[in-house]
T-cell receptor
Framework: DAGVTQSPTHLIKTRGQQVTLRCSPKSGHDTVSWYQQALGQGPQFIFQYYEEEERQRGNFPDRFSGHQFPNYSSELNVNALLLGDSALYLC????????????FGQGTRLTVV | GDSVTQMEGPVTLSEEAFLTINCTYTATGYPSLFWYVQYPGEGLQLLLKATKADDKGSNKGFEATYRKETTSFHLEKGSVQVSDSAVYFCALNDYKLSFGAGTTVTVRA
């Protein structure tokens, strides 16, 4: 089992650009969540996808959008990048139940210059 | 909304010392509680979990008990090793994870 895989591992973008991050969930998982982890802080919930629909959303602007594909993989898109968007972006997969544990990928380190 | 508050670090210990990291939570429902660990340059790994009050989660010598009366889930380990050096996050899961700010632990030989 490959676990949760994310690509790319590192990315450098210029302010104002757009970026797409990708995630493949752990085998058997159908729910994908995205988190933003700024340096020295805990991860912050961005949104969650289940059955190709956004099921929950955290306190992030509309510049952050996502998509889930029929094979449960997911993309996170960020438009009009700001310097403050520089962070580690983590993808987690799980089953949809309330108490289920989430498995995390290694993350994508995004640097906005 | 749901939130988690955990002891601020950094924490520096000698090998074989006792480790405790305090964690308290605020939640409207009955969430599951987790401790995740993050090693340098890596994602998060689940360390242990508890799904209801009075449950004790344990793994690799670490333990934490879900205390509903004190809304706490403190992490403990009786004898730490250098390999336990990492950042530890307390989290609650009510369909999504809410994390504490993390506690950096450094264990010196």
């Amino acid at each position: 089992d490959a676990g949760v895989t994310q690509s790319p591992t590192h990315l450098i973008k210029t302010r104002g650009q757009q970026v797409t991050l990708r995630c493949s969930p752990k085998s058997g998982h159908d729910t994908v969540s995205w988190y933003q982890q700024a340096l020295g802080q805990g991860p912050q919930f961005i949104f969650q996808y289940y059955e190709e629909e956004e099921r929950q959303r955290g306190n992030f602007p509309d510049r952050f959008s996502g998509h889930q594909f029929p094979n449960y993989s997911s993309e996170l898109n960020v438009n009009a990048l700001l310097l403050g968007d520089s962070a580690l972006y983590l993808c987690a997969s799980s089953l949809p139940a309330q108490n289920t544990e989430a498995f995390f990928g290694q993350g994508t380190r995004l640097t906005v210059v | 909304g749901d939130s988690v508050t955990q002891m601020e670090g950094p924490v520096t210990l000698s090998e074989e010392a006792f480790l405790t990291i305090n964690c308290t939570y605020t939640a409207t429902g009955y969430p599951s509680l987790f401790w995740y660990v993050q090693y340098p340059g890596e994602g998060l790994q689940l360390l242990l979990k508890a799904t209801k009050a009075d449950d004790k989660g344990s793994n690799k010598g670490f333990e934490a008990t879900y205390r509903k009366e004190t809304t706490s889930f403190h992490l403990e380990k009786g004898s730490v090793q250098v390999s336990d050096s990492a950042v530890y996050f307390c989290a609650l899961n009510d369909y999504k994870l809410s994390f504490g700010a993390g506690t950096t632990v450094t264990v010196r030989a």
